[in-house]
């Protein structure tokens, strides 16, 4: 049976993380419930959480996210009934575009869903050691840059994600130029630290910020090549480690804007 995600629920969400996630998903999910873009759902069997999904709603766009079976029941067909159900619970709100992020793991099972892979992300490990001054043209954001931060991220994802940046952007910098105009944003608590940027100069600065703190992972998609050139000359990447699918009409991204995206749950 699957129904909605209960308070109650919350102290058995870390129990069904797979190996190598290295976060607190019951604090994530207890963070986003009481948002109505937000919508998590539980697997039950015999009065046990077997799995897990959640939505996040744009205007036109949704993402489904957090698709988690427990290793017991994995290749019984769990996965690919609560795929099934987000797929419909998305259709019925007249969502066009559906997207999410798909480990090696889970990409067959959405295909048979009906999903298509469309594009590729890589992944970072690496700390640097940036002794370089914060250039002048960089300060943090507030609400008055809100419009240009939408615009920004509108440009490279093609998304209206106002909900999401409104939640994140208050520990957020921008680099300006000198007439105050946004040419990049990091957002670092934006899952894992968006980045977006319409300047490879730009672009390239942020993340040296972002990589100057320890334990800081960076996913590019495969398009962004003057950022995956940047990261492998600083440190070693792993192989291909997601792949961004699509069910639905496409939405006319810019991954070359993309220097890290924020998270599987929005790309």
């Not at 992944?123 to 940036?130: K, P």
């Not at 440009?155 to 910098?173: F, P, Q, S």
């Not at 960076?218 to 961004?244: D, W």
Request: hydrophobic share 35%; charged share 25%.
């Amino acid at each position: 049976m699957i129904r909605a995600l209960q308070e109650k629920d919350l102290k058995d969400l870390n129990k069904l993380k797979p190996i190598g996630w290295d976060f607190d998903f019951a604090a994530f999910v207890k963070g986003y419930k009481q948002h109505d873009f937000y919508h998590a759902f539980v697997l039950e069997m015999e009065g046990q959480i077997v799995g897990t999904g959640n939505i996040f709603l744009g205007d036109k766009v949704g993402w489904l996210a957090n698709i988690i079976i427990d290793r017991t029941y994995r290749g019984s067909g769990l996965g690919y009934e609560m795929t099934a159900f987000l797929v419909e619970f998305l259709k019925a709100k007249k969502i066009e575009t559906q997207l999410l992020i798909a480990t090696e793991l889970g990409e067959p099972v959405y295909k048979k869903v009906g999903f298509k892979k469309i594009g590729e992300y890589v992944c970072f490990d690496v700390h640097l050691e940036n002794n370089r001054p914060i250039s002048k043209a960089i300060r943090n954001l507030g609400p008055a840059d809100l419009e240009e931060v939408y615009k920004l991220d509108k440009e490279a994802n093609d998304e209206n994600r106002r909900h999401l940046i409104d939640k994140h952007y208050k520990k957020g910098i921008g680099y300006f130029e000198d007439n105050n105009t946004l040419i990049g944003i990091f957002l670092p608590d934006f899952g894992r630290g968006l980045v977006v940027a319409r300047s490879e100069t730009v672009g390239l600065e942020l993340l040296r910020i972002k990589h100057s703190k320890p334990s800081q992972r960076t996913m590019v998609p495969i398009e962004n090549q003057k950022a995956i050139n940047y990261l492998e000359s600083i440190g070693s990447k792993t192989s291909v480690a997601a792949s961004r699918m699509l069910l639905g009409k496409e939405n006319k991204w810019n991954p070359t804007l993309i220097y890290s995206y924020g998270g599987g749950y929005c790309g």
